[in-house]
């Protein structure tokens, strides 16, 4: 596509975490970008996208907004098992389409997504925005210097001690699981840092305690990738204990996270170990729609490619195939 500007409509404006006027805000920023409309089938949500974009359509039937021609892009904002059906819908409409993590809920899915923006020749992308944290662009740098030589151990820990809340990213059925929410950002992180060929997962997911929602209380991935190296995910909702959220260990140092963005870099240099406290960049979400705007007008590479977000959904559901074997 070569337009001035790229007509964007925003698909799901719900109350939580304002998410839907989140991702309006950023395309009303961006260059080269325009929002144009707004769907919701909740009629109060509509109205609060009128008087935060006055001026804009609105649809609360998303069949209508798509039949709107001057309509070239949508960004789902839904839950988690709609994403593939809008999509889809959006996608066979010829609009290009943003995605809110996760992709979706199942590979097959991924697949079908991945081949209805090829047959319609238009975009497809997800939303994970975390591979902009100022924290992960520290870590990523820090590793792709080569400071600590070769990765070969990360841990990754997400989660506390507490009920979750009582809403559908709580339900099994909408949500996925309790692996699909932060864990499809953690997964992507560590998808990222090694650039390697999955080679295996193993999943262990427990039901333990909070037995009036359905995710999983605690979930954890262990991904062995081809050149050896070892990646552990723990996303946990009854882990009294806590433990830093990043530990990586590499053949010439290791990286500890010790809080508030900063990490605690270690280095094995000339046989005496060394130690330096590295602070995080900034972190800047609007970046992904920049590169948005400038992938479909001038060409350039898209940030998040659908593949690898689909890589993200196989692990996930590796991971929970895994948890159910039966020996």
């Known amino acids: 596509m070569s337009k001035d500007v790229i007509n964007c409509a925003v698909i799901g404006y719900g109350p939580s975490f304002n998410m839907g ?6 395309i009303s920023k961006t260059s080269g970008l325009k929002l144009v409309a707004i769907a919701d089938v909740d009629e109060s949500r509509l109205e609060a996208a009128k008087r935060d974009f006055p001026g804009i359509a609105t649809y609360k039937n998303v069949d209508d907004l798509l039949k709107n ?3 070239d892009l949508v960004t789902i904002v839904t839950p988690h098992n709609t994403h593939a059906p809008l999509a889809l819908k959006a996608l066979n409409a010829k609009k290009h389409v943003i995605v809110e993590k ?16 090829k047959e319609n020749n238009v975009m497809l992308t997800v939303f994970h925005n975390r591979r902009l944290d100022g924290d992960f662009l520290t870590l990523k ?5 080569g400071i600590i030589g ?7 820990f997400l989660g506390g001690y507490a009920h979750p809340g009582h809403w559908w990213r709580s ?6 699981g309790a692996m699909y929410d932060w864990g499809a950002h953690v997964i992507d992180w560590i998808l990222n840092l090694v650039k390697d060929e999955v080679l295996d997962v193993s999943g262990y997911f427990y039901k333990l305690i909070w037995n009036d929602v359905t995710n999983e209380d605690h979930t954890e991935a262990l991904i062995r990738f081809k050149n050896g190296a070892i990646a552990n995910v723990q996303i946990s909702n009854i882990a009294i204990v806590q433990k830093p959220r990043w ?4 053949t010439k140092g290791g990286i500890l996270d010790v809080g508030g963005g900063n990490f605690k870099l270690y280095v094995n240099f000339q046989n005496k170990n060394f130690e330096t406290i ?10 992904f729609y920049t590169n948005i705007s400038e992938h479909l007008r001038e060409g350039k590479e898209l940030l998040v490619k659908p593949e690898e977000a689909r890589k993200v959904i196989a692990v996930i559901e590796a991971a929970e195939k895994s948890s159910k074997i039966k020996l």
């Open 171 to 176: 339900d099994k059925k909408i949500s996925g």
């Open 21 to 26: 006027k989140f991702h309006a805000d950023m």
């Open 150 to 156: 070769d990765v070969f151990h990360i841990e990754v």
């Open 69 to 71: 021609k001057d309509v």
């Open 278 to 287: 590295v602070g995080p960049r900034k972190t800047d979400y609007s970046l």
């Open 247 to 250: 530990r990586i260990l590499g």
């Open 102 to 117: 996760p992709m979706c809920i199942t590979t097959k899915e991924a697949d079908e997504m991945i081949k209805a923006a």
């Open 141 to 145: 740098e820090i590793i792709d210097s």
